[in-house]
């Protein structure tokens, strides 16, 4: 059984910093690639970044492209998304989610057969 378990959001103020960390077991991590999805309320969910299995290649959206980055240790079945200069609108649940392949790193949340509960994250201005 796959499970992917999200932790470190919180109530923060703009311009503060968080780490996002997502522990997956149940699949072997090291296989696939992973991304993160947020959804604010009253809003569809969507793309944040993703990376492939080894880390060597990744994407992230124009959103917030300089702000975040998404990496991964597969030593420890972690994956990571590391959040600076967060802004009022980064207020969502952010989810991660285990692809279905190792190299395809998708935007698109069908790529993606497998997610967390997500983790709130809410910054105020």
């Known amino acids: 059984q796959v499970q992917l378990v999200e932790s470190g959001g919180g109530l923060v103020q703009a311009g503060d910093s968080l780490r996002l960390s997502c522990a997956a077991s149940?699949?072997?991590?090291?296989?696939?690639?992973m991304g993160w999805f947020r959804q604010a309320p009253g809003k569809e969910r969507e793309f944040v970044a993703t990376?492939?299995?080894?880390?060597?290649?990744?994407r992230v959206a124009d959103s917030v492209k300089g702000r975040f980055t998404i990496s991964r240790d597969n030593t420890k079945n972690t994956l990571y998304l590391l959040m600076n200069n967060l802004k009022p609108e980064d207020t969502a649940v952010y989810y991660c989610?285990?692809?279905?392949?190792?190299?395809?790193?998708?935007?698109?949340?069908?790529?993606?057969?497998?997610w967390g509960q997500g983790t709130q994250v809410t910054v105020s201005s």
């Open positions: 989610a285990s692809a279905f392949t190792a190299s395809t790193i998708s935007t698109e949340s069908r790529a993606y057969g497998f």
């Open positions: 990376i492939n299995w080894s880390g060597g290649s990744v």
């Open positions: 149940g699949r072997t991590f090291s296989r696939y690639a």
